[in-house]
């Protein structure tokens, strides 16, 4: 990487670490921000006790994992099996 490209990259990082909090809503006071009438949910699991929502999300990276770790036995049993031929 050239020095040029070392500066540009270097100052353009700065702005977005400087600059963030000047547009960025998440530090800024919203003075028309009412409080939601409704209570929030109560929690139906009881105390201590962990739960992750299986949704579409979790079932295709479950589903990428088993066809990449079969895909992975597969290669490896040819490969053994051509290893043993020789």
């Known amino acids: 990487m050239t020095p040029i490209r070392k500066w540009v990259s270097g100052v ?3 702005l977005v670490i ?3 909090p000047l547009f960025s809503k998440a ?3 919203d003075s028309t921000h009412t409080p939601p ?3 929030p949910p109560q ?3 009881p105390p201590g006790s962990s739960y992750a929502p299986v949704d579409t999300g979790i079932v295709f990276l479950l ?3 088993l066809g990449l770790g079969v ?3 597969v290669a490896k ?3 053994q099996a051509a290893k043993k031929e020789l």
Do not use: D, E
């Open 12 to 14: 353009t990082f700065a």
């Open 27 to 29: 530090f800024q006071s």
């Open 63 to 65: 589903i990428a994992g």
């Open 71 to 73: 895909i992975t036995v």
């Open 37 to 39: 009438s409704n209570p």
């Open 77 to 79: 049993r040819k490969n």
């Open 43 to 45: 929690n139906p699991l």
């Open 18 to 20: 400087l600059l963030t």
